[in-house]
T-cell receptor, first 116, second 115 residues
């Protein structure tokens, strides 16, 4: 079974600064996907970024980027130029090789507060 | 992008009654839907996997007779909480495979309060 660990229950950052959220996972799979989801106060889950394990290049989406270290089983999220709207719960998630029936395994979440 | 519509967004019911939550994929066919439960300030806990036209697969510890899941079409899955009790009060979220972005699209969630 896969496990996903987010060791930072809460974090805060000043507006316009950079913050990094940590995520580690444990799996015996070689092919898989990793995700970061954002859950703002509305509680709507929003996909932030996705990484395929077979890709060495780190994924980026505008102000969001990841540092994917496959050997270390680490998948951190960097948010640059933090904005007030980034305040939310962030969940790291793991999925085995892409298949309609494969579920997501979530970490415990990190609550991020962006301060003005 | 893919959209999953979940209704109702919130519901209050009396103990002993049943509540149905619907999730519809609006612009794609969802052969598989997942139902999660989320307690305050906690992560999402998978309750069951719903496959169109077949019985749902429940996670260990989830009572299948209490949480009835029906996935009768490629665009609709329902979760019925039967004989609800206050301890069933929670936030329930569905999700379905998102072909466009390679992840899963989530419904907006249902806050259930049993009084």
């Amino acid at each position: 079974a896969q496990t996903v660990t987010q060791s930072q229950p809460e974090m805060s950052v000043q507006e316009a600064e950079t913050v990094t959220l940590s995520c580690t996972y444990d799996t015996s799979e070689n092919n898989y996907y990793l995700f970061w989801y954002k859950q703002p106060p509305s509680r709507q889950m929003i996909l932030v970024i996705r990484q395929e394990a077979y890709k060495q290049q780190n994924a980026t989406e505008n102000r969001f980027s990841v540092n994917f270290q496959k050997a270390a089983k680490s998948f951190s999220l960097k948010i640059s130029d933090s904005q007030l709207g980034d305040t939310a719960m962030y969940f790291c998630a793991f999925m085995k090789l892409y298949n309609a029936g494969n579920m997501l395994t979530f970490g415990g979440g990190t609550r991020l507060m962006v301060k003005p | 992008g893919a959209v999953v519509s979940q209704h109702p967004s919130w519901v209050i019911c009396k103990s002993g009654t049943s509540v149905k939550i619907e999730c519809r994929s609006l612009d794609f066919q969802a052969t598989t839907m997942f139902w999660y439960r989320q307690f305050p300030k906690q992560s999402l806990m998978l309750m069951a996997t719903s496959n169109e036209g077949s019985k749902a697969t429940y996670e260990q510890g989830v009572e299948k007779d209490k949480f009835l899941i029906n996935h009768a079409s490629l665009t609709l899955s329902t979760l019925t909480v039967t004989s609800a009790h206050p301890e069933d009060s929670s936030f329930y979220i569905c999700s379905a495979r998102d072909l466009l972005r390679g992840g899963y699209t989530f419904g907006s969630g249902t806050r259930l309060t049993v009084v």
